[in-house]
T-cell receptor, first 113, second 114 residues
Framework: DSGVTQTPKHLITATGQRVTLRCSPR?????VYWYQQSLDQGLQFLIQ???????AKGNILERFSAQQFPDLHSELNLSSLELGDSALYFC????????????FGPGTRLTVL | AQSVAQPEDQVNVAEGNPLTVKCTYS??????LFWYVQYPNRGLQFLLK??????LVKGSYGFEAEFNKSQTSFHLKKPSALVSDSALYFC????????????FGKGTRLHILP
């Protein structure tokens, strides 16, 4: 158990809909990272937050947004969903230093029908 | 731009034999290098990292990796494979001189045959 929790575990929704994925980092971790894992694209970095502020941005679509709250939990919002958004979404956390490894949550499996 | 390549989609090794999972990288500055493992239906787990110093890095579960600057490689190795090592392995790189982005390879599926 990494100490990172993600909810929900599974999510099934329809195209055009909007969903919110939630992540609670390990106790004491200030940084939260979001990743998308799909069969064809592999593991893609989406976005990183550090202590409430956006720190780095990856291949995140404009339809996607994220935020980190004062209690350090984070939410990833996916809107106008398309079939191709079906994937595993992982959250990871660490203290925020580049040297630190990341601790991954169990993921949320999103299925868009 | 930084990048990382795992040239093999799948590696098959007999139990008890040594294993190697290959990784090469490209960064403009000095690299931070990581290996992670993903078991079925689980998140990624950290195995080991190279920051600086000894080129041979030891990690969890008996794994080690060798940093080779001239070949820009960071291959993952284990002297004697176990069936329980079967999983998906990811190499990752972060450029020390850039922002906090970490780039993951596409992953290599390791099958250990009993």
């Amino acid at each position: 158990d990494s100490g990172v929790t993600q909810t929900p575990k599974h999510l099934i929704t329809a195209t055009g809909q909007r969903v919110t994925l939630r992540c609670s980092p390990r106790s004491g971790d200030l940084s939260v990272y979001w990743y998308q894992q799909s069969l064809d694209q592999g593991l893609q970095f989406l976005i990183q937050y550090y202590n409430g502020e956006e720190r780095a941005k990856g291949n995140i679509l404009e339809r996607f947004s994220a935020q980190q709250f004062p209690d350090l939990h984070s939410e990833l919002n996916l809107s106008s969903l398309e079939l191709g958004d079906s994937a595993l979404y992982f959250c990871a956390s660490n203290r925020g230093q580049p040297l630190n490894e990341q601790f991954f949550g169990p993921g949320t499996r999103l299925t868009v029908l | 731009a930084q990048s990382v390549a795992q040239p093999e989609d799948q590696v098959n090794v007999a139990e008890g034999n040594p294993l190697t999972v290959k990784c090469t990288y490209s960064v403009s500055g000095n690299p931070y290098l990581f290996w992670y493992v993903q078991y079925p239906n689980r998140g990624l787990q950290f195995l080991l990292k190279y920051i600086t110093g000894d080129n041979l890095v030891k990690g969890s579960y008996g794994f080690e990796a060798e940093f080779n600057k001239s070949q820009t490689s960071f291959h993952l190795k284990k002297p004697s494979a176990l069936v329980s090592d079967s999983a998906l392995y990811f190499c990752a790189v972060r450029d020390m001189n850039r922002d906090d982005k970490i780039i993951f390879g596409k992953g290599t599926r390791l099958h250990i045959l009993p």
